[in-house]
């Protein structure tokens, strides 16, 4: 490691911790004795995912993100829920192992957790992933959604109708 202040290539080590993504190094130059930190980082091997037409394109955390916020843009959602549901699809991309991956894979594995997570971006995000053409497919994936809706909520998701349309009332009861 070069010294910012004199160019040295030699340092000397005086303080090491773990922080949240890596190593924070408190060294000291060997040749002016000037201090300074240093910090490492894991860089994953590059991830390639495979469009529709055959086109590699790098990863991008970034493009992912951007994706789930307009699906999720306006929703009650708890703070950096979008930001986790982010960084867990990509620690899954590498564990996967794997240097390419196709595009569907990817965005099978966002609309699975935004299915978990809130029901309305689901949908938003399935129109334009889908790329539905007319609204009776949009109809279908909400008919799904509203049918089998016991599998999709999980605890503190908001229902996909109000509570007071979700099960129409009669005015009389039968006796």
Avoid: W
Wanted: proline residues 5%.
């Amino acid at each position: 490691m070069n010294c910012p202040y004199c160019s040295h290539p030699d340092s000397k080590v005086i303080d090491s911790r773990d922080v949240d993504d890596g190593v924070r190094r408190r060294r000291e130059c060997v040749v002016c004795g000037q201090r300074f930190t240093t910090y490492e980082r894991f860089q994953p091997a590059g991830l390639f995912v495979v469009k529709k037409d055959q086109r590699r394109e790098e990863f991008n955390k970034e493009k992912l993100l951007s994706g789930l916020r307009r699906a999720c843009e306006k929703r009650p959602l708890p703070a950096g829920a979008v930001d986790k549901v982010a960084g867990d699809i990509e620690a899954e991309l590498y564990n996967m192992g794997k240097a390419e991956i196709p595009s569907t894979l990817l965005g099978d594995m966002v609309m699975e957790r935004l299915k978990m997570l809130d029901n309305i971006a689901y949908v938003r995000f399935a129109s334009v992933y889908r790329e539905f053409t007319d609204i009776t497919q949009l109809k279908k994936v909400v008919d799904n959604l509203v049918n089998g809706q016991d599998e999709g909520i999980h605890k503190g998701q908001l229902s996909l109708l109000p509570e007071d349309k979700a099960a129409p009332k009669t005015r009389y009861q039968r006796r």
